[in-house]
């Protein structure tokens, strides 16, 4: 059974930091892509950072490059997102999420569907 468990939002300041865990169990790990998503109110799921856990390639969305890094630990199987300078805008539920099946490799990191797992989410709060 396929399991994350999603820590390390809050409220903060803009400007300040905060870094999002994601411990994943129930699949090989080192065979996947992990993805962060984050959802506004009356807003789409977007994708935030994406890290492919074979080769740690990166990817990042524009409005988050500079800021946000994804980084994984393979040993403890749980990646990381590490949001400096946050903005108001950045305020969201954040996801992680798995493809396990390889659709991102062919279709992209960025939309949601391409993506078999997903957590139950982290709120990240940043206030003016």
């Known amino acids: 059974q396929v399991q994350f468990v999603e820590s390390g939002g809050g409220s903060v300041q803009a400007g300040g930091s905060l870094r999002l865990s994601c411990a994943a169990s129930?699949?090989?790990?080192?065979?996947?892509?992990m993805g962060w998503f984050r959802q506004a109110p009356g807003k789409e799921r977007e994708g935030v950072a994406a890290i492919y856990t074979g080769g740690a390639s990166t990817y990042y969305a524009d409005s988050v490059k500079g800021r946000f890094t994804i980084s994984q630990d393979n040993a403890k199987n749980t990646v990381y997102l590490e949001m400096n300078s946050l903005k108001p805008e950045d305020t969201a539920m954040y996801y992680c999420a798995a493809d396990l099946s390889g659709r991102t490799v062919i279709a992209g990191w960025t939309r949601p569907a391409n993506f078999d797992y997903w957590g139950q989410g982290t709120q990240v709060t940043v206030s003016s």
């Open positions: 129930g699949y090989t790990y080192s065979s996947s892509c």
